[in-house]
Each structure stands twice: as structure tokens, then as C-alpha cells.
């Protein structure tokens, strides 16, 4: 982890040294005396700023509200424009360079768009998500379960930068759908124990015809994962660890199973699906959507998962959305089929890294069950 934190900190003083450029620029058109100073403190403060979000990122901890808006956010925003900046600058140098203009100047205005682009993605888009509608057809679904309505929500991870309070608006929106089954596929933790109760609370507050069923992820074993699943337990959600349950509409049924988190190694799928009845569809809980492959070969039916976030940056107007998730997961978001199995990898709703969203909104899925 040392290693990452070092690689990251070598990005980030690379991201920054053109935006110094340009804001030595900004500084001489303003009149400043000594402009590089300016541009020398602008590389000192996101360094250190960085160095230290970076040495405190596997505990989040409670931050008063008026921090996370004045000083987190406005920092992130910074931060990804200097990312947002450092490709297209290998373009912009040499071409002002051609043109025999100024680099600063070229400099400059790239990174006050990012600065636009990025807080867009950062403060505004971060904040407003969707309600997304899937129907997905069962071959062997008894008709009693045709209109089956399940709300999911996934990748929440509550702490400082994503609030209990947008956790509450999830629960709530996901509520007025009046769902038969309420799911939430992990991830529900940022980092550390600081916040189990604030994400007990939440989760506990979903309600559903059938009742709201828990699977876990890598980030909710960041710290301790035992005390969480206790937690939301006592709030009347289930946690499903390996483990399955009967879905019943009369003499129709559906089984619903989840494996535990695969990054631990605690995920055993021949143990979830142990006690299916045969002939019997099968819902699984999911939260690395990788474990498709093997799902399909034990004949699940449907396959609910999270963890990508899509990437949360991607150009939307391109075919199949191009994104970052792309670059590393072979499902990456939306429906996916194979043989008689669908996946359906969710967006997530909170972040990770980087909280920042472009291209890939928060949602909420409401997905509906067909009957062949």
C-alpha cells in the first residue's frame, strides 16, 4: 500500500506542475510581483494537502460538514482538474510552442476548464442520482413472480465525503417505488468502522414487500466487517454471507443467495447455493460482478453485482459508454447474458478514489422480473 500512496503522490506532483505553469500566468496578468511565487505555493499547499488526505485514506473518519464543503471538496476539485489537465497539456505545449504563443496562457485556460468540468463532477453531478428501470426475462419463472419488482442500490460508501443524509434520499426514493425486494450488493463502507451505525441506519431503513437482503463487499472488510454485518442485522435488514433463502409467491418460489466478499476470500458460491430446491430460479448477490463465469456454470439465473461504479467517468456519447472500468473489468456496467444467465452490474451510488462523477450518474436500479 506504501508503494501505491508513493505512485499516486508521483502522479499527482507530475498533474500539478502545469497548472503551476498556468498559474504563474494568471498571477503576471494580475500583476502579482513575484508570480512564480504564486505558482511555488499552489504546487506546496495540493502536495501537501494531497500527502495528507493520502497518509489518513484507509480510516475515514466523522468531519464537521462545514470542512468536507470548504476545504475537501474545493481541494478534489483542484485535484482531478490537474488530472482532467495532464493529458490534453501534452498537447497544448507543443502547439502553443508551434503557434508562438504562450504556454502559460495555454496552461492556464486548460486547467480552468478542468476546474469547470471537474467541479460539475465533483459538487453538482456527484449529488444527483437516477432512477434506472431494467426488466430482465427468467426462462422458468412461475408466472406468480411475472412483475417481481426488486430495488437495488449499491457501492454506497458512506463516511465524511458521502453523508448519511444522501444515504436517507436513496432509502427514501428506493421506497416510494414500493419494491417486492430491497438489495444492497455491498460496499457500503468508505473505509475504517467510524461510520457502521450511520450505514446500519440507513440500510435498516429500506423497506420491501419480501424484505431487504445484504450482501458484502471488499471496502466493508476495510477495517472490521463483523461489527457492520451485526449492526445491520439488528435493524432488521439480512446479511447473507454464503448462505440462501426461499422467495415465495403461493407454491411458486424463487431462491435468493449471496456470497461474501471474493477480495478476502471469504466468498463460497457452492455454499450459497447449497440449499436451492432443484428446478427452482436462482437470484445471486454479487458483489464483484467476476463471479459471473462461475454463476452461470451452477445455472443462476439472475446475477446482481456492483463494485465497478461504471468507472465513474466515462464519455457518454460514445457506443457502450468508454470508461476507466473498461480498462479493468471484463463487466464493467449494465445487462450482460450468457447462455440462460443475465448480470446486471449496478453504477453504485457513492465513490471511491476520486469523488467524482462524469458520465456514469448515481442510481438507484428498480429491475422487474419477466416470465418467459
Same mark, same amino acid.
Request: proline share 5%; net charge neutral.
Given at each position: 500500500?506504501?508503494?501505491?500512496? @508513493?505512485?499516486?503522490?508521483?502522479v499527482?506532483?507530475?498533474? /500539478?506542475?502545469?497548472?503551476a =505553469?498556468?498559474?504563474?500566468?494568471?498571477?503576471? !496578468?494580475?500583476?502579482?510581483?513575484?508570480? @512564480?511565487?504564486? #505558482?511555488?505555493?499552489?504546487?506546496?499547499?495540493?502536495?501537501?494537502?494531497?500527502?495528507?488526505?493520502?497518509?489518513?485514506?484507509?480510516?475515514?473518519?466523522?468531519?464537521?460538514? &462545514? %470542512?468536507?464543503?470548504? =476545504?475537501?471538496?474545493?481541494y478534489y476539485?483542484?485535484?482531478?482538474?490537474?488530472?482532467?489537465?495532464l =493529458?490534453? #497539456?501534452?498537447?497544448?505545449?507543443?502547439?502553443?510552442?508551434?503557434?508562438?504563443?504562450?504556454?502559460?496562457?495555454?496552461?492556464? &485556460?486548460?486547467?480552468?476548464?478542468?476546474?469547470?468540468?471537474?467541479?460539475?463532477?465533483?459538487?453538482?453531478?456527484?449529488?444527483?442520482?437516477?432512477?434506472?428501470?431494467?426488466?430482465?426475462?427468467?426462462?422458468?419463472?412461475?408466472?406468480?413472480? $411475472?412483475?417481481?419488482?426488486?430495488?437495488?442500490? #449499491?457501492?454506497? /460508501?458512506?463516511?465524511?465525503?458521502?453523508?448519511?443524509?444522501? +444515504? %436517507?434520499? &436513496?432509502?427514501?426514493?428506493?421506497?416510494?417505488?414500493?419494491?417486492?425486494?430491497?438489495?444492497?450488493?455491498?460496499?457500503?463502507?468508505?473505509?475504517?468502522?467510524?461510520?457502521?451505525?450511520?450505514?446500519?441506519?440507513?440500510? +435498516?431503513?429500506?423497506?420491501?414487500? $419480501?424484505?431487504?437482503?445484504?450482501?458484502?463487499?471488499?471496502?466493508?472488510?476495510?477495517?472490521?466487517?463483523?461489527?457492520?454485518? #451485526?449492526?445491520?442485522?439488528?435493524r432488521?435488514?439480512?446479511?447473507?454471507?454464503?448462505?440462501?433463502?426461499?422467495?415465495?409467491?403461493?407454491?411458486?418460489? =424463487?431462491?435468493?443467495?449471496?456470497? $461474501?466478499?471474493? @477480495?478476502?476470500k !471469504?466468498?463460497?458460491?457452492? *455454499?450459497?447455493?447449497?440449499?436451492?430446491?432443484?428446478?427452482?430460479?436462482? *437470484?445471486?448477490?454479487? /458483489?464483484?460482478?467476476?463471479?459471473?463465469?462461475?454463476?452461470?456454470?451452477? +445455472?443462476? $439465473?439472475?446475477?446482481?453485482?456492483?463494485?465497478?461504479?461504471?468507472?465513474?467517468?466515462?464519455?457518454?456519447?460514445?457506443?457502450?459508454?468508454?470508461?476507466?472500468?473498461?480498462?479493468?473489468? %471484463?463487466?464493467?456496467? +449494465?445487462?450482460?447474458?450468457?447462455? !440462460?444467465?443475465?448480470?446486471?452490474?449496478?453504477?453504485?451510488?457513492g465513490?471511491?478514489?476520486?469523488?467524482?462523477?462524469?458520465?456514469?450518474?448515481?442510481?438507484?436500479?428498480?429491475?422487474?422480473?419477466?416470465?418467459?
Amino acid at each position: 500500500m506504501a508503494r501505491f500512496l @508513493w505512485i499516486l503522490m508521483g502522479v499527482t506532483a507530475l498533474a /500539478h506542475i502545469g497548472p503551476a =505553469i498556468g498559474a504563474a500566468e494568471f498571477a503576471r !496578468r494580475l500583476g502579482a510581483p513575484h508570480p @512564480w511565487a504564486v #505558482s511555488a505555493a499552489l504546487l506546496t499547499v495540493g502536495l501537501g494537502l494531497f500527502l495528507g488526505r493520502a497518509r489518513t485514506g484507509m480510516s475515514d473518519h466523522h468531519k464537521p460538514r &462545514w %470542512h468536507v464543503l470548504l =476545504i475537501d471538496e474545493p481541494y478534489y476539485v483542484h485535484w482531478t482538474a490537474c488530472l482532467f489537465s495532464l =493529458i490534453p #497539456s501534452l498537447i497544448v505545449v507543443p502547439a502553443c510552442a508551434a503557434a508562438g504563443g504562450s504556454i502559460g496562457a495555454g496552461l492556464m &485556460w486548460l486547467y480552468g476548464l478542468g476546474v469547470v468540468v471537474c467541479g460539475y463532477g465533483v459538487v453538482v453531478r456527484r449529488r444527483i442520482f437516477e432512477i434506472e428501470r431494467v426488466e430482465i426475462t427468467i426462462r422458468g419463472l412461475d408466472p406468480a413472480f $411475472d412483475g417481481y419488482r426488486i430495488a437495488q442500490l #449499491s457501492d454506497l /460508501h458512506i463516511g465524511a465525503i458521502t453523508p448519511k443524509s444522501w +444515504g %436517507h434520499r &436513496w432509502v427514501e426514493a428506493a421506497n416510494r417505488e414500493q419494491p417486492d425486494l430491497a438489495v444492497v450488493t455491498g460496499d457500503m463502507v468508505t473505509n475504517g468502522i467510524e461510520f457502521h451505525h450511520d450505514i446500519a441506519e440507513v440500510v +435498516g431503513a429500506l423497506r420491501a414487500r $419480501d424484505g431487504a437482503f445484504v450482501s458484502m463487499g471488499n471496502h466493508d472488510y476495510f477495517g472490521e466487517g463483523e461489527p457492520l454485518a #451485526s449492526l445491520i442485522t439488528a435493524r432488521g435488514a439480512n446479511v447473507l454471507r454464503n448462505a440462501g433463502t426461499l422467495l415465495t409467491r403461493g407454491d411458486a418460489a =424463487i431462491y435468493l443467495a449471496a456470497i $461474501d466478499d471474493t @477480495w478476502t476470500k !471469504r466468498d463460497d458460491m457452492a *455454499l450459497a447455493l447449497r440449499d436451492r430446491p432443484e428446478g427452482t430460479p436462482a *437470484l445471486l448477490l454479487s /458483489h464483484d460482478p467476476e463471479r459471473f463465469r462461475e454463476a452461470e456454470r451452477r +445455472g443462476v $439465473d439472475l446475477v446482481l453485482s456492483g463494485h465497478t461504479h461504471g468507472g465513474q467517468i466515462a464519455l457518454p456519447f460514445f457506443p457502450e459508454r468508454v470508461s476507466l472500468s473498461r480498462l479493468t473489468h %471484463h463487466y464493467h456496467l +449494465g445487462l450482460y447474458k450468457k447462455g !440462460r444467465s443475465t448480470l446486471y452490474v449496478h453504477p453504485g451510488l457513492g465513490t471511491t478514489g476520486p469523488p467524482i462523477r462524469l458520465g456514469v450518474a448515481p442510481a438507484i436500479a428498480i429491475i422487474t422480473l419477466r416470465a418467459a
